[in-house]
């Protein structure tokens, strides 16, 4: 068969295979910022993440992302290709950040504000004058009521030093300064507990916890 032939007949399913595909990987779109009760936040539908619920045992990294491909796509991300013995990050279309700890916030603030939910690695941190769990990734979780935020004292513990805990970062203070940002400026989606007994909640996110050694942020690429 003459190969211009042979290139005619094959070419449809190549066609058809390219945009299987185009249409598999994830596409990076942008959620809107709205003022949700006083935290300045990305727009999504709690019912979404909620269905997804609480992570897996050790599987953090990877209910991170399915989070934020949510918060993306508007639809419930399954997680489909992205783990293996650890998150996928580029199945989602996440790339590694790295830089001291001003970048790392000044990278989260303008990403946020860009309408892209942010991964973030955290460590625990020592919080003294506390009775229990004196090393934690952070202590105040916000519960999302028909009358706001209910802020309740809840700490998140960090069970590795090796692998520490990573979260989806959705929102921000509205009063925070960009010019002197700190961690405990910004609320995150936290695989530890996004369901409070069925309550949407968020976490906030606590000085001194950032991992800006260890593969501190993953972004949007």
Known sequence: MHPSARL????????????LLSFALPRARAASLENR???QMLAFDEDQILSI??????????????YARTVLDGAVSSGAGMW???????????????????????????ELNAGRPVI???????VNGVSK??????????????AGWDVVNYPHI??????????????????????????SDFFALDPARVSANGTLALTRLLDGTLWT?????????
């Open 213 to 221: 050694d260890n593969s501190p942020l993953k972004v949007l690429g």
């Open 53 to 66: 619920g609480n992570q897996a045992p050790g599987q953090c990294s990877l209910y991170a992302l399915r």
């Open 84 to 110: 293996s013995n650890g998150a996928v990050w580029s199945a989602a279309g996440y790339t590694g950040f790295a830089g001291d700890l001003d970048a790392c916030l000044d990278k989260l603030y303008s």
């Open 158 to 183: 960090s069970t590795s030093d090796t692998y520490g805990h990573w979260v989806c970062v959705v929102g921000f203070d509205p009063a925070a300064d960009p010019e002197g940002l700190s961690e």
């Open 8 to 19: 005619r007949r094959i070419l449809p399913a190549l066609l058809a295979l390219l945009a």
């Open 133 to 146: 769990h004196t090393e934690r990734t952070s202590t105040e979780e916000y519960h999302l009521t028909s």
């Open 120 to 126: 973030v690695h955290l460590q625990n941190t020592t």
């Open 37 to 39: 009760h006083g935290i």
